[in-house]
Each structure stands twice: as structure tokens, then as C-alpha cells.
């Protein structure tokens, strides 16, 4: 591949896996790329600008980055990371980059450092190991290359061969970017995904304002649990019709709950005028999930969970830099009894799709194998977020396959806001599952035309399938 990319990286040492693992990534590694959760920004695909330098693209906006940096001393605003107050935050590119570069070898090991490696070498050409010591040449090259037309966002869409991306959007968005794509005439399809966060979590910021404006927005009286209902089914047909076809859900935990009307109506009301504790606030997100898997029976869009993460986990942070500055901590989860008000509800559908996430490795093998193993309406998603790595997706493959097969999960999806390493995320997940699927071959457990159509299968149609694309 190149000088920083072996062609057998993540294939087994041993010959005979290596041979088999060689063949199946040579039949699938060419293949589009379907991206159906992710969160980059649906600006650069309306706008076609020039990406900024190097530092602003690469580095600034990439918790796995910054996060790592900040934990051997590092400060964020030294990496251009502003400060609420808005105190003086380093706007020098190259002074960013070079600061990175020198700590380039902190990141030793990590799937950080085989994506960068990717992306450095795949998407512009570098040949050399980043160091300080060529720190200033490697941002010159690519900031010479950002200039040109070809290194624009639908360009480098394109060269990817991406087939289809979903952005995710806030329920008050009013998804203008989107309809500046559509309109521009350029064919790439990107697409949205319905994120309701910031109108069902009522510990949100701003919660009930963001109620009020969801109200203006549907001409529905969201004071009242029915009107309430009614406005996310309005703003999730609204965004079906820029092409979305999930929800995302990030809950803390999985809990879901099945209250009887006038118990919702009740709890609702303590909700939306701030009278609930910390239970009945924790009731309604659950109870919400349910609602949620039922409106999904009705206009189709799969609900995807992502629960387990303690956002946010420093306060000084929070109220220093805001939201998703790298102190997101994976918590353990429950999910055998956390799910079951809503599988009670709605997980025996056949029509329904619900694809389960998680941070905590543990429930892989001991709850969501055996639960996608048996209820129609659920699947797994891949690796996720601290798991996005080869250990992880290995893991995933050794711990879930036996109990839930390959058919009860989604493919994979790189969950990013790094446009370009998207497709060095997606050919290490396809590396990754040949190296299994090797294995299997070797050890006589598939067959070698089994495994090539799983190869395909696992790199290209689940995710189509699973999302509806």
C-alpha cells in the first residue's frame, strides 16, 4: 500500500490466515463505501469550499486527538480548542500542527495513530513517520494539496467512493444545508438522521425552550403530551423528506419504559414545567425510546441507541470548553432488564429495526448477543466510539458472533466526524473481519465461498440493508 501502511496490516502472522485473509480483502476492498451514521458536516457537501489548513482539519475538531494530548499536559487552547469565555485560543495552523507532530509518538498503539498513518499516507500522499522534525514539510504538502479543486469536499466524496453518507441533525434543525445540497444539483447523496437529544433528555440545556421552539416549529401545543408526541412525528416525516432513514438516540443508560397514557401524560407535565427528580427524568428518557420504537412502526425510520457514555464527566471542562471536549467515559450498562419495557412493546415486530450500541464490552457475550439472537427487532451495531479499533472489532466479532451470527448486525459504520479518514475507517474494518473470517476458513468452520460472501456482506450490504439505503 505504502511506506506507512503494510499491504497484510491487521492479517494474522501465520501464512496459511494471511493467504486467505489476502484473497477475501482483494474481493471486497474496492467496493463503495456506505456510511450510514456518522457526523460530519453537512456544510462542506452544500458549500464545496476548500477545507482550511491542515491543523483545522485534522487536528482541532478530533477529541481522540486532543483528549490525548490534554492527558500528558497539553493545554486544548495551545491545540486552537476556544474557551467559552472566548480567551485567547492559538489560531496558528502550523504552530497546531507542529505542536502535534512533536507529540505524535504519544500516540503509539492506538487506532489514532493507524488512522492518521491512513490518512496521511492514502489521502495525501505522505511517506515519512510524523515527527517534529518534519513537521513544518508534511504541512506545507498538505496544505498545498487542500488548495486544489480535487481536495474539495464532493471531490474527495467522490475518490472515496462513498455511495451514501448520513450527517446527523438536531430535531430543531431546520436542515437548510441539506436542502443547499439538494439544490445544487451535485449527484453525491448525503442524508440525514433525526437526533432528538436537546427535546427529550430534560436535563439537556434549555430544555424547555427547546420544547417551546419545537412547538413553533410544528404549530403543535408541545405543553401538552399529545401535541408533544405529535410534533416529533412532524419533524420526523419532515426530515424524510432530506432523505433520513433513523433516529439516533444517546442516552446515558438503556433505559426504556412502557407507562400507560395517563401516567406519561402525568409524568410529562412535571417534566416540561421542571418539577421532576432524578428518576422520573431518567422515566421519561426511557419512556421516550419506546415512544420512539412505536413511531418507527409507523414511518420506518430505524432507531439506533447509544447509550453508556457519562458525558461530559468533568464539570470544570464542561463550563471551561463545552460539550464533546474528550470527557465522554464509557459506564457499565445494563440492558436485559433496562430493555425489556420496550421489547414488551414493540420487540417481537418484524418491520421494526432497532440497532443497539455499546461502550461497556462486557454485555456483548452475557446480554446483546443473546438478545439480538432472539428478538426479531433488534440488531448490533459495530464497535463503537473507545471500541472503533482492531482489538475492538475483533472483540466484537469473537464475543457476539456465536450467540447473535453475522446476520443480526449492521455492517459497519464509522460513527466520525473526520471526513477524511473515513475510508481508512472503513478498510480497517474490512481488514479486520477477512482476518476473521480467515480464521474461520482455516479452522474449518466456513467454507472459503462462504467467506467471501460474508466478506461482501459484512463490508457492503448489512449496512445498506439494515439502514434502508
Excluded at 53 to 74: E, K, T
Excluded at 115 to 133: H, K, P, Q, R
Excluded at 243 to 258: E, F, I, M, V, Y
Aim: aromatic share 10%.
Amino acid at each position: 500500500m505504502s511506506a506507512l501502511i503494510d499491504r497484510d496490516v491487521l492479517f494474522a502472522s501465520d501464512p496459511r490466515q494471511r493467504s486467505i485473509a489476502r484473497g477475501l480483502y482483494g474481493s471486497i476492498a474496492t467496493l463503495p463505501i456506505v456510511s450510514p451514521h456518522g457526523h460530519t458536516d453537512r456544510r462542506w457537501y452544500a458549500l464545496n469550499e476548500p477545507f482550511p489548513d491542515p491543523a483545522q482539519l485534522l487536528i482541532v475538531p478530533d477529541h481522540y486527538i486532543f483528549r490525548m494530548l490534554f492527558s500528558q499536559g497539553v493545554d486544548l487552547q495551545r491545540l486552537g480548542v476556544p474557551p467559552m469565555d472566548g480567551s485567547r485560543t492559538e489560531a496558528d495552523g502550523r504552530a497546531i500542527w507542529r505542536l502535534f507532530a512533536e507529540n505524535y509518538r504519544l500516540f503509539r498503539g492506538t487506532p489514532t495513530r493507524l488512522w492518521m498513518d491512513y490518512v496521511l499516507s492514502t489521502v495525501f500522499g505522505i511517506e515519512e513517520l510524523l515527527d517534529g522534525s518534519n513537521a513544518d514539510s508534511v504541512y506545507d504538502q498538505i496544505a498545498d494539496q487542500l488548495a486544489k479543486p480535487e481536495f474539495r469536499p464532493r471531490a474527495l466524496f467522490e475518490r472515496f467512493n462513498i455511495e451514501v453518507i448520513a450527517t446527523t441533525e438536531g430535531a430543531l434543525d431546520d436542515l437548510s444545508w441539506h436542502r443547499k445540497i439538494r439544490e445544487s444539483g451535485w449527484g453525491g447523496r448525503v442524508v440525514t438522521a433525526y437526533r432528538p437529544d436537546a427535546v427529550v433528555d430534560p436535563d439537556f440545556e434549555g430544555f424547555s425552550d427547546n420544547l417551546d421552539r419545537l412547538g413553533d416549529m410544528t404549530g403543535e401545543d408541545t405543553g401538552a403530551w399529545s401535541g408533544y408526541l405529535a410534533a416529533h412525528r412532524k419533524r420526523r416525516e419532515y426530515f424524510k423528506t432530506f432523505g433520513a432513514t433513523s433516529s439516533d438516540h444517546g442516552h446515558r443508560t438503556a433505559t426504556t419504559a412502557n407507562l400507560g397514557s395517563g401516567e406519561a401524560e402525568a409524568l410529562f407535565q412535571r417534566v416540561r414545567t421542571g418539577k421532576a427528580d432524578a428518576a422520573e427524568r431518567e422515566t421519561f428518557r426511557g419512556q421516550m425510546l419506546t415512544e420512539m420504537g412505536r413511531m418507527s412502526l409507523d414511518d420506518g425510520l430505524v432507531l439506533q441507541i447509544h447509550p453508556g457514555s457519562w458525558r461530559n464527566h468533568s464539570p470544570g471542562m464542561m463550563a471551561r470548553f463545552g460539550r464533546d471536549k474528550g470527557f465522554d467515559i464509557p459506564t457499565r450498562t445494563d440492558y436485559v432488564a433496562a430493555l425489556k419495557p420496550l421489547l414488551d412493546a414493540v420487540g417481537l415486530e418484524k418491520n421494526l429495526s432497532v440497532i443497539l450500541f455499546t461502550l461497556d464490552e462486557s454485555s456483548y457475550s452475557r446480554e446483546l448477543a443473546p438478545l439480538a439472537g432472539v428478538y426479531p427487532a433488534l440488531k448490533l451495531g459495530p464497535a463503537w466510539w473507545f471500541h472503533d479499533s482492531p482489538e475492538g472489532m475483533r472483540r466484537f466479532r469473537e464475543l457476539t458472533t456465536e450467540t447473535a451470527g453475522f446476520y443480526n448486525t449492521v455492517g459497519f459504520n464509522d460513527d466520525t466526524r473526520a471526513f477524511p479518514s473515513i475510508p481508512a475507517r472503513h478498510d480497517i474494518a474490512r481488514r479486520v473481519d477477512c482476518a476473521f473470517l480467515a480464521r474461520l476458513v482455516a479452522e474449518h468452520r466456513l467454507t472459503e465461498t462462504e467467506a467471501f460472501e460474508l466478506a461482501r456482506e459484512l463490508a457492503y450490504t448489512l449496512a445498506k440493508e439494515a439502514y434502508r439505503l
